[in-house]
Structure formats: structure tokens, C-alpha cells
């Protein structure tokens, strides 16, 4: 006697076939949407730096992606990863043949297109923003023309600071942080702290700008946590250690 329930059919070769071809097209649609990415924001990286040639006096600069990236990231990687695997059979559900060929015929073409608009979300809409300080104020740019930029004697605030995150909270070794953020009317803000591996040239390339600001008398908050400060003074020559102070208001 049975209980009356089949045994699921095994899967033919052909239709195992179908799905590797279905993760294989996915899996290429994705790389070559990331890579296409990647290689735009090589060129305007690259682009960036030969514009940050022409100008004099330019202490610190940075990048700042478009909030327009999130959809370049969506078209190049999300709608192939949600569309194609069903057309493939990778859900698991019976497709009748005749239906399954225009299905992927459809599925894998709108992909395609999806990650070319991506790309080209990615280079025309969402183009990183280009910022600069100069001793003489900020700027930010796209493409190399200035859609902001200030003077530091316009800036309405600085916010200076060292701070720690302990282990309780990343879980893994504390984690030490300064920022040194001036702010101007229109709420754009110039995170000078980006890159402070070489603290000693950032210390060097952050005097003058300091200096402009604290001769304008632009309100000041700092604050500073002894761990954080230990960390970042490990290393550094007593006169570097006095321009960390100066600098974070100690």
C-alpha cells in the first residue's frame, strides 16, 4: 500500500542546464554592471585629480557620491538578481516551454538594459560631488564647475572633535575618530577630517584653515575624549602633539 503521494520528479538535465545558464546570466549582468561602474569612477577619479592640478592651494579635497547612486546600484544589481533567476526557473515554479523561452528573452533584455541605464544613471545624474579647501574657504564642484563654495569667514559654526567607540559597541578593538566639521549658511557642511593616515601632514595642511577661522572668530564646539587623544598623539613629536591640541580647542 502507498499513502497515496508521489515522489517529486527528479530535475532533467536539461532543466539543470537552464538554471546554470540562468545563474551564469545573472551572475554576468551584475559583473558587468559593477564593473562598468567601476570603471566610470576610475575615469572621474582620475579626472578629479587632474582638475585639483590646475588649482593652487588646495589643502584638502574629498568626494562625496550623489544620492542619485543608490538607483545606479539598484538598476545594475538589484533588477538582475530579481528578474532574470525566475525566468530561468530558479524559483522553482513550472513555466510551460514556449512560455519560458519569451520569458527570458524578456527578462534577460530588460536586465540588460537596466544595467546600461545604471551605468548611465551613474554617469550623467549621480556623478560624485567634487569638494575643496583652500586657505581661503571651500567650494564644491561637479564636473569641475563650482555649484557651492564659501569663504571661512562666512562659516556659521566648527564642530572639532576626538572620540572613541568602545569595544562594547563595534564588538571587536575601540575605535578612535577626529572630525572637524564647518558648516556655512546653507547648511553645506566641509568634513575636513577624511583622511588623517598621515596625521602629521594633515595637522600641517589644517593650520592655516584653523587659523582663518578662529581669526574670524567662527563659534567653536569641540570635545575630546583622553583615550581618543592618546591614540592619535602615539607616535607624534611633542610640536605635532601641541598643533592636535590647538587644533581639536584643548
Not at 530561468?88 to 530588460?110: E, I, M, Q, W
Not at 562659516?155 to 577626529?178: D, K, N, R
Not at 589644517?206 to 587659523?211: A, H, S
Not at 581669526?215 to 607624534?236: I, T
Request: aromatic share 8%.
Amino acid at each position: 500500500m502507498t499513502d497515496g503521494s508521489q515522489p517529486a520528479p527528479r530535475p532533467s538535465v536539461r532543466d539543470l542546464v537552464e538554471k546554470l545558464a540562468g545563474v551564469l546570466v545573472t551572475a554576468g549582468l551584475m559583473v558587468a554592471g559593477l564593473f562598468g561602474l567601476g570603471v566610470l569612477d576610475a575615469w572621474i577619479a582620475r579626472r578629479d585629480d587632474l582638475f585639483l592640478k590646475t588649482i593652487p592651494d588646495v589643502l584638502v579635497s574629498w568626494r562625496d557620491p550623489s544620492p542619485l547612486a543608490f538607483w545606479a546600484f539598484i538598476l545594475t544589481l538589484a533588477v538582475p538578481a530579481l528578474v532574470v533567476p525566475g525566468a530561468f526557473g530558479l524559483d522553482s515554479k513550472a513555466v510551460p516551454p514556449g512560455v519560458a523561452r519569451r520569458a527570458r528573452l524578456v527578462a534577460v533584455t530588460a536586465s540588460a538594459l537596466a544595467v546600461a541605464g545604471g551605468i548611465g544613471v551613474a554617469a550623467f545624474a549621480a556623478r560624485p560631488e567634487l569638494g575643496l579647501a583652500t586657505p581661503f574657504g571651500a567650494a564644491w564642484l561637479i564636473d569641475g564647475k563650482a555649484r557651492e563654495h564659501w569663504s571661512w569667514g562666512a562659516a556659521t559654526s566648527v564642530g572639532v572633535g576626538c572620540s572613541t567607540t568602545p569595544s562594547q559597541i563595534t564588538g571587536e578593538a575601540p575605535t578612535h575618530a577626529l572630525n572637524y566639521d564647518v558648516t556655512f549658511p546653507s547648511s553645506a557642511e566641509a568634513r575636513l577630517a577624511r583622511d588623517t593616515t598621515d596625521l602629521r601632514a594633515w595637522l600641517g595642511k589644517m593650520t592655516p584653515i584653523d587659523e582663518s577661522l578662529r581669526a574670524r572668530k567662527v563659534p567653536r564646539f569641540a570635545a575630546a575624549e583622553p583615550a581618543c587623544m592618546a591614540h592619535f598623539e602615539k607616535g607624534l613629536a611633542e610640536p605635532d602633539k601641541a598643533r592636535l591640541r590647538t587644533l581639536i580647542g584643548l
